[in-house]
Every structure is written in structure tokens, then in C-alpha cells.
């Protein structure tokens, strides 16, 4: 049976939010000693699961100013403090390419280029969001993912209505200065995980998470994607990653709030 038709699971017992855990740690496999700044539960969840496995030297904080040496449960407090990252430090690192972030988006298109900041024409615009924030030095000068818990055409849109990270068609049109240490790294939704690994770095679907066909993520997505003919299914946790995930990283199930099927 052909791996872009939705099959019954491998594992039944693993979750949606489970394989998007999977998914969003392996954003950060081989990344070495840089700092994960991950923005969401789920993310949050993978960075943990990848400094407990795979990706050992990785560094996360307690989401304010300090450098954390455990791995506490998602909500709880760090009990090993390694260092203080005041947010002049925390830029410094950032400009100098040594942190990998994975981001949210209100509005993604195909060459990568994310909105957070509005809804709308910009001067009068429908919807106020965050703001353009850190996007654009975050995307030209470190590692960046992206997370989206629900995929849909409100998200993968043909044009976002501000650009506030930099897709890959903008950093080329801005020259080498943009480009130098631009890397769109993995787009992880709750349907699939994309990157930007075809000819002209437009999305692609890497894998697809057990259980969704390839037509369920081109009707959720408002442009073409590329998908090849032997589309890979999002790997299996192991049973220590499983284990990991639901008696230390997040025994609440906080993951379920994020993804629900």
C-alpha cells in the first residue's frame, strides 16, 4: 500500500501531539551546542525530548534569563541554574548564529516567508497580531523552524499580508548580507513535517504523520506543494521516547491541548 494513503498507525497507542513532539525534537538533531529557543508546548516538549536523547548539548532556558542544567516537566520550575542570559547576551547569540529557534505563524507561503504582525493591508489591517518582533533577525541570522498546530489554508497562504520572517525569495532578492546565514530549517505542523529541500527552496512535505493522507495536507494548504511519490511516514518513537514524553517532559498531557485529532 502506497505511503501517501492514510493506513492505520503502527503504533495506535501514540498520539497526534506524540509524533509531533517526535517531529519538532528531530528539527534539532545534530545541532551540537547551541541554544533551542523553542515557542509553543509542543516545541517545547521536542527541545526537552532532544536534550534528553539525541541532542545532549543542546541549551534551553527557563523561558525568561537563565540557563537551565536539568530538564524539568513542562510548567515546573529548573532546579539546576548553569548561568544568567540577560536579553543583551541573549541578542548576541542570536546575531552571531549560535541558537536555533522554531516559531509560530499566523500566515506562511511557499518560499518561507512568515507573518505575525497583521491580518489585513497593513496600513488599516483587519487583525492586530504580535507584531513583526524578532522574526526578521531571528531568520537571517540563526537556524529557523516553524510550528503550526493547526494546518490550514488560514496559515499556508499564496501571500502573506506582512512578511515579518524572511523567506528565501526575499533573503535572495536582499543579496549575500541576508543570505549569508539564512537557513529555514523544518516546518512541523499537526498533519506533516515540510522543508524547503527542492530546487527553487519551496516547501515540500518531508513526512506525514500516520494517519493523514497526502490529499488531507494539500486541501489544508492554499498553494502547491511538492510531494514525492514515496513521501515518508514521521517516524516511531521509541519506547523511551515515549516514556520520556509522558512521565518526564509532560506528565500533565499539556501536548493534548495543543494537537487534538
Not at 82 to 101: A, F, I, N, Q
Not at 207 to 212: D, F, M, Q, W
Not at 246 to 252: C, E, H, L, Q, Y
Request: charged share 25%; net charge neutral; proline share 7%.
Amino acid at each position: 500500500m502506497s505511503t501517501q494513503d492514510a493506513t492505520a498507525d503502527e503504533r495506535s497507542d501514540v498520539t497526534r501531539a506524540e509524533y509531533c513532539v517526535i517531529a519538532c525534537a528531530e528539527a534539532w538533531r545534530g545541532d551540537g551546542e547551541i541554544l533551542a529557543s523553542p515557542m509553543g508546548t509542543v516545541p517545547s516538549a521536542g527541545a526537552r525530548l532532544a536534550r534528553l536523547t539525541f541532542s545532549p548539548d543542546l541549551l534551553l532556558t527557563d523561558g525568561e534569563a537563565m540557563v537551565i542544567g536539568d530538564v524539568p516537566a513542562l510548567g515546573a520550575a529548573p532546579e539546576v541554574i548553569e548561568g544568567w542570559l540577560p536579553y543583551r547576551r541573549h541578542l548576541s547569540m542570536v546575531t552571531g548564529g549560535k541558537r536555533h529557534v522554531m516559531m509560530g505563524a499566523s500566515q506562511l507561503d511557499r518560499h518561507g516567508n512568515q507573518n505575525i504582525s497583521c491580518i489585513g493591508d497593513w496600513k488599516q489591517p483587519a487583525r492586530q497580531l504580535l507584531g513583526v518582533r524578532g522574526a526578521p533577525v531571528n531568520t537571517i541570522n540563526n537556524p529557523t523552524s516553524y510550528w503550526v498546530p493547526r494546518h490550514s489554508t488560514r496559515v499556508f497562504v499564496e501571500k502573506v499580508d506582512m512578511v515579518s520572517g524572511v523567506g528565501h525569495d526575499r533573503a535572495a532578492a536582499a543579496g549575500p548580507s541576508a543570505t549569508r546565514f539564512h537557513q529555514l530549517r523544518r516546518v512541523v505542523t499537526d498533519l506533516a513535517v515540510l522543508d524547503f529541500e527542492t530546487p527553487d527552496r519551496t516547501l515540500r512535505v518531508r513526512s506525514l504523520h500516520p494517519g493523514v493522507s497526502v490529499a488531507q495536507v494539500r486541501e489544508a494548504t492554499g498553494f502547491p506543494l511538492t510531494v514525492a511519490d514515496d513521501v515518508p511516514r514521521t517516524r516511531e518513537p521509541s519506547a523511551e521516547e515515549l516514556r520520556l514524553i509522558r512521565t518526564v517532559i509532560d506528565p500533565s498531557g499539556l501536548r493534548d491541548r495543543e494537537v487534538r485529532t
